[in-house]
């Protein structure tokens, strides 16, 4: 579904990534741990477009999609929950998830708020709630479900343990399971890498933007 070939990227003169190769599978978990700085979010931002490589190709659905534009990938069924949930504070629950709904059909998004609800009971019981008010752990099952709100085929989550508890962390993790047994593929970054090396299929450690190892996970 996803494969990445000879990737290269950074900011201005700084290089971050270099000759990043990787698949993904439709239903398949990736997870991708390393070091602080060690490129695993510029890596993401790469394959949603939010950060253009200098160098590689990123190909989605047999699609080339290595300069697009992040909303033509989104259209294409990539979606991004980003690091810090960045929710509307001020807004519903409800507005926020149609926040990441823009560009999607109305009966498409019909059907991903139930599905979002039926995955996470508690947003559809905060469905009104300001966003701000919630629990840490409520915001990250609100800003996974922002992303889902258009019917990816592809999910990329990065940090979403980031400040929670354990049980909620399990939680989380149980549902992006639920998630790739539907043919989602997922890659997931996480700084709690013990939890996310369970949930994965493969793991990909990155440290100072190369890849070190690839292998399959022992516990996904």
Known sequence: MLEIESLRAGYGRLPVLFDIDLTVDQGEVLAIVGPNGAGKSTLLKCIIGVVTPTAGRVVFDGVRVTHEPPHLRVERGMAL?????RIFASLSVRENLLAGAARTPSDVVEGQLERIYALFPILEERTGQEAGSL??????????????????????????????????VAGLYRTLGELAAEGIGIIVVDERSTEAISAADRVCVIEKGRIASLTASTGG
């Open 81 to 85: 929950s980003p690091e810090g949930r």
């Open 135 to 168: 629990s840490g752990g409520e915001q990250q099952m609100l800003a996974i479900g922002r992303a889902l709100i258009s019917a990816p085929k592809m999910l990329l989550i990065d940090e979403p343990s980031m400040g929670l508890a354990p049980l909620i």
